[in-house]
T-cell receptor, first 114, second 112 residues
Framework: NAGVTQTPKFQVLKTGQSMTLQCAQD?????MYWYRQDPGMGLRLIYY???????DKGEVPNGYNVSRLNKREFSLRLESAAPSQTSVYFC?????????????FGPGTRLTVL | AQSVSQHNHHVILSEAASLELGCNYS??????LFWYVQYPGQHLQLLLK??????LVKGIKGFEAEFIKSKFSFNLRKPSVQWSDTAEYFC??????????FGTGTRLLVSP
């Protein structure tokens, strides 16, 4: 039982390049999330998927797109990377959208945009 | 929009010292409160949570937190820290949905 996995662990991009961050969970969770963590800012929600087939914007969605590929996988895409998107990205999942369910986090992807 | 403040950005303690990390939130309605911990090189994981009932909540590894509604606070405490408690601690809040709002985190260093 791996929990929440993310690939890649590290990535360096040039401004304007695109890439997709992958996230998968093996806990049969319905809800999944993408956060970014910046120094002095805490974690901020980018997008979330309350259930398979649905996605919605969080606090900082600009410059990102997401795909809930199936119940297990939730990917985050940067179409044209900018230096402001240099950050650590965390994926998380929870059993449901119910507020009492714990969110489980992946190990993070450290992205640098030059 | 709700926000969460963690005023202690860095805390250094010796082993066996007592710990209290502050957390204040800004929202006047019903809140759910969480403390997460990130040990070096590891995933963020849940320490404890408060939804309702007893305002003194006990979590894993001897941590506890007290919800004081009148002060909009949810401070984390541990009577005697260990070197293995060295980590970054995040307070978070949600107000009825699974959209967590995190504080900026407190880095705790415990010296042996």
């Amino acid at each position: 039982n791996a929990g929440v996995t993310q690939t890649p662990k590290f990535q360096v991009l040039k401004t304007g390049q695109s890439m997709t961050l992958q996230c998968a969970q093996d806990m049969n969770h319905n809800s999944m999330y993408w956060y970014r963590q910046d120094p002095g800012m805490g974690l901020r929600l980018i997008y979330y998927s309350a259930s398979e087939g649905t996605t919605d914007k969080g606090e900082v969605p600009n410059g990102y797109n997401v795909s809930r590929l199936n119940k297990r996988e939730f990917s985050l895409r940067l179409e044209s990377a900018a230096p402001s998107q240099t950050s650590v990205y965390f994926c998380a999942s929870s059993e449901s959208w119910t507020v009492t369910d714990e969110q489980f986090f992946g190990p993070g992807t450290r992205l640098t945009v030059l | 929009a709700q926000s969460v403040s963690q005023h202690n950005h860095h805390v250094i303690l010796s082993e066996a010292a007592s710990l209290e990390l502050g957390c204040n939130y800004s929202y006047g309605g019903t809140v759910n409160l969480f403390w997460y911990v990130q040990y070096p090189g590891q995933h963020l994981q849940l320490l404890l949570k408060y939804f309702s009932g007893d305002p003194l909540v006990k979590g894993i590894k001897g941590f506890e937190a007290e919800f004081i509604k009148s002060k909009f606070s949810f401070n984390l405490r541990k009577p005697s820290v260990q070197w293995s408690d060295t980590a970054e601690y995040f307070c978070a809040v949600n107000t009825g949905f699974q959209k967590l709002v995190f504080g900026t985190g407190t880095r705790l260093l415990v010296s042996p």
